[in-house]
């Protein structure tokens, strides 16, 4: 194709796409401060980097990416796309961005705020001439103030119209990029009970010292990211140091390589990694599992999620694997009587559901339950000395992997998953336990991090255990087979969630199956 065609045509597409997206006005009229302002916005890739942005923004707007129904967490992100103040870096920090967030279930609100007036057709040319000229931070002076209103008050309009969006007005955050990441970090200070963002997220941005003051007691928790290149890590290092000395919740990426305005460009740099550290921070802090959808009222929901968010960061910070979890009853369990096979269920919360949900199955198998939701294997692999070994059992049967594959504690290939696997298992064997391995369940979908496509990677992982298991002599519980429907994922009148997690008639089909196994690892086959 005809380069000179190709930038008008990717830009037709993208004006096409956001034509499909509702686009708000952030004032009822006139911006307040840029009342005279009369010039039009244009989105353009006519100019001396041919990158695609928008410029001379005089009418501030939110455009809405909402998530496909059914999907959405109720968490909402508004985006800020950096430039200097002169453009809007609408591709790689706005459109692709709001994209991402959309499909992990959160609605996106893209800001388009207000810049300063390009005179001519190229921003670009005019932002390097007042950079040679030594002007920048003069020229932006005036329109700074304006831009950090803009982004307080679209947190301001999100949380006021939550309801119309199914969004908690208490999961309202905001991400920015350079120019951006400025308006972003801005609205952490001096704001009010309208207009306080939830957590903030900033990427190269500019945020000096003097920024930092006046600190507020109940600051939002904040994710920064920046490549050591670039002169922006310095502030977000000094940003992170700021918020960590206040005792407030902070996590930093800083890259070897990546320069500014990588935004979500794939460059095969370090930085390229930001996207998935910010996905596990959002996972971390509770932002991708779905409010809770029982009648309980937004106050109720909301107190819910401020106990949620304390109990995340309280974990990460104390007891990441859980080693206290059993550890009382643990401590009151007695060493095996002569003669006792004693058996031992690792996993996460379906096999912590399983001892619930039919707790006669364990009582009167003399099985004991030693599931945590929402663990991984890295996790299970921490605490099994404790929660396996010490106890002293015959047999454990280890199930893990599905939240490996959730990325419930960040991306891990699934090389590594079975790696955790095997190595609980050799564990088990030195310490004169016999190993039962079991399938991972099936999923298609994970209703706290959706779009990424579990059910094969669930079938592949299976596939490794199984053949370790065959391998190395071992009982392989496969669950997978009897639950499965034709699309991959567990048949849905044997799930209390349409999609991972069992419900009792499910556990009704895997008991025989996993006795079997442990009755053969008993006799010695």
Known sequence: MNKKLLLPLLLLFAISAKAQQKVISLYPGAAPGSQKWDWNQVESADNVFHGNVIYNVSHPS??????????????????????????????????????????????????????????????????????????????????????????????AYVRAHAAEYGISTSRIGIIGFSAGGTIADSTAFG??????????????????????????????????????????????????????????????????????????????????????????????????TPVDKTNKSPQQRDQDWANWQKYVEDRIHNDWAWLKKYEDENAKLPPPAPGEKRV???????????????????????????????????????????????????????????????????????ENIFGNIVSMAELAKANGIKPILTSILPASEFPWHPGLGPAEKVIKVNAMVKAYAAKNHLVYVDYWSAVVN???????????????????????????????????TLKGK
């Open 62 to 155: 939110l455009t809405v990416y909402a998530p496909e129904k059914g999907a959405n967490t109720g968490t909402a992100v508004i985006v800020c796309p950096g430039g200097g103040l002169q453009t809007l870096s609408i591709e790689h920090e706005g459109y692709a961005v709001a994209k991402w967030l959309q499909k992990k279930g959160i609605t996106a609100f893209l800001l388009e705020y207000r810049l300063m007036h390009t005179l001519g057709n190229d921003p670009y040319k005019e932002m390097l001439a007042k950079m040679k000229a030594n002007t920048v931070l003069h020229d932006q002076a005036p329109v700074a103030p304006l831009a950090n209103a803009d982004g307080r008050n679209a947190i």
């Open 191 to 288: 704001y009010t009970a309208e207009n306080k963002p939830d957590f903030v997220a900033s990427v190269y941005a500019y945020f000096p010292q003097e920024m930092q003051a006046n600190i507020p007691q109940d600051a939002p928790p904040i994710f920064l990211a920046a490549a050591a290149d670039d002169q922006s890590s310095i502030y977000s290092t000094l940003l992170y140091n700021t918020w960590i000395n206040a005792k407030h919740s902070a996590e930093i990426h800083i890259y070897s390589k990546g320069g500014h305005g990588f935004g979500m460009k794939t460059q095969n740099l370090p930085s390229d990694n930001w996207i998935d550290q910010f996905n596990n921070w959002l996972n971390t802090q509770g932002l991708l």
């Open 486 to 520: 034709d699309k991959n994922g567990m048949k849905p009148e044997l799930t209390m969630d349409k999609y991972v997690h069992p419900n009792l008639d499910g556990y009704k089909v895997m008991e025989p199956i996993v006795m079997k196994g442990i009755n053969e």
């Open 344 to 414: 031992v269920f690792m996993g996460n919360s379906i096999t912590e559901n399983w001892g619930h949900m039919d707790s006669a199955f364990f009582k009167n198998n003399h099985y004991i339950s030693r599931g945590i939701g929402g663990q991984t294997s890295t996790q299970m692999l921490a605490r099994f000395r404790e929660d396996v070994i010490n106890l002293k059992p015959t047999a454990v049967v280890i199930a893990a992997g599905i939240n490996d594959i959730a990325q419930n504690t960040g991306p891990i290939s699934l």
